[in-house]
């Protein structure tokens, strides 16, 4: 079944359009969720990209709702929490934003297995660029086990993910 693009927006009863903030709030909520490292015994601890999961939706289905000052400014609020190099995390949203726009025109109401597809090498991309990038601004091979499983990790929980994004995108905001 095709996933369709028909925004079912409604306003907040003061005219604030309150539907319009969703692909924001959620992306913020994901990136700080994408905080909290998952615990899998005998592993290292992992944190999925949630984050890069609302970035590669919300470009594919609302991209007028979530701009690139938007990502960046929750690219450089992840980066600042987690104390990770700053400006990597803008970088990586508006580098996945913009690859995700040029290829928007084949994700659209197309079936989620092609959608899915897409994110896979999307986040494929974007994990090895990072280990890479890492890599080099360590002067030293670090080892890729922990991409590898974030990677993984990350795709498998996208269509969770997704499916929770399709209804908060589609469901009425109540009017009070």
Known sequence: ???????????????????????????????????????????????????LMTVYYWTIFRPDLLPPLALFGIGVVYDLLSGGLPG?????????????LRCRRWFINRTFSFLWGGFTLLTSAAMAGLW??????????????GSVFRTALTISLFPILSYLLGRIQFAPIGTG
């Open 1 to 51: 079944m095709p996933l369709q693009t028909d925004n079912v927006a409604s306003s907040h009863p003061d005219g604030i359009p309150a539907a319009h903030l969703m692909p924001f709030a959620t992306t913020l909520l994901a990136a700080l969720l994408s905080l909290q490292p998952v615990h899998l015994p005998g592993y290292v601890n992992l944190t999925p990209a949630f984050a």
């Open 88 to 100: 990597v995390t803008p970088f990586l949203f508006l580098l996945s934003r913009v690859a995700v």
């Open 132 to 145: 890479m990038l890492h890599s080099v601004l360590a002067f030293q091979f670090i080892g890729f086990t």
